[in-house]
């Protein structure tokens, strides 16, 4: 069995044409299928976006019934389906099975005119689930017959690249046990482990990857021993093990940021003493720091080279899932260099306002 990468997520919505309208107005993302109860998806409206290597399907239930109304009224608006794009589906479905995976739906085939397309699903992290898609033909022939393509007006963003990764967080003591499912079941590797504590709270971390690079998590999970902090905060919210962020690679950071913003979305912000001595942690920088400043884009590094990253705010009502935009340059890792320089960046702008405050208090005397 071979995964070739990450063939589209499917996102389970409240609402799918409100959630496509901030995805394509605000991310840049175009409409480019849909599908519903006239196109055999009974109970479910579903809307197809893509921008470059990246399908989104966001799909609403039309009764309470439905799997992705029940999905919503248990976690809130989240990523439920995590397809992978295999050479043969039916093959994959058996050997995972064989292995131990949960076995969720047969393969079946969808046939059009110019492409055929045969998904099987099993069950993957908390309530997500793992589609195996296998395509033969024409590859922009999404799934014959279920979503139809659609001419949605407007230009085609090229801001994002390809999806580099999903952060997901699991309840304690459940890492090791899911690391070591997709080693044993999905033949994925533990290329990265990290314990990270920084006022007062930590969590443990680990990285498992696909043998072919393409398909990575970032695993996180509380340290109950420390003070709760972020993690804790998901689980409860999203009341269970789910994708906390989906980082997309972006080949110029600065440019994405600066079109996003400028349409509505909203990044979390840096302290401005975080870009004090940047270069001297990091080394030497190919975009200006005052523009880094400006957009509070981070900056990591590890033995490869760099990676630039910044985080959305959630766009949910329970906070939870966010996005991450990430440039490479060279980096392997994920950028926790930046957890406890964020953090002593706040700590120094603290303690500036706290002397500022004492000053002014003292001639105000």
Known sequence: ?????????????????????????????????????ETGLDGQRSLLLAQAGIRLLLTTGLSAEHPAATYVHRHGDGIAVVALAVDDAAGAYAELVDRGATAL??????????????????????DVVHRLVERRGDPGV?????????????????????????????????????????????????????????????????????????????????????????????????AGAGVQHLGLRTDDIVTAVGALAGRGVRFASTPGAYYDGLEQRV???????????????LVDSDHDGQLLQIFTESMH??????????????????????????YEAKERELAAAGASSAAAGGVSA
């Open 142 to 238: 999404f799934l014959p017959g279920a979503i139809e393509p659609v001419t949605a007006p407007g230009g085609t963003d090229t801001l994002l690249a390809e999806v580099d990764h999903l952060a997901i967080c699991v309840p304690p003591g459940q890492l090791d046990e899911t690391v070591a499912h997709y080693e044993k079941v999905f033949g994925f590797a533990d290329i990265f482990t990290e314990h990270i504590e920084v006022a007062g709270q930590a969590m443990n971390s680990k990285v498992v990857q696909s043998p072919s690079g393409t398909v990575t998590f970032v695993l996180l999970e509380p340290d109950t021993g420390a003070r709760p902090g972020q993690i804790e905060d998901f689980l409860r919210w999203h």
């Open 317 to 342: 009502v329970r906070r939870t899932l966010f996005l991450e935009l990430i440039e490479r340059r060279g980096a392997r890792t994920f950028g926790s260099g930046n957890i406890k320089a964020l």
């Open 1 to 37: 069995m071979t995964i070739n990468g990450i063939d589209h997520l499917e996102l389970y919505v409240g609402d799918a044409r409100q959630a496509a309208f901030y995805f394509d107005n605000a991310v840049g993302f175009r409409l480019c299928g849909q599908g519903g109860p």
């Open 283 to 297: 080394g030497r920088l190919d975009a200006p720091v005052d523009r880094l400043r400006e957009l509070s884009i």
């Open 105 to 126: 739906s047969p393969p079946r085939t969808l046939t059009g005119a110019d492409a055929e397309v045969v998904v099987a699903e099993v069950g993957g992290f908390g």
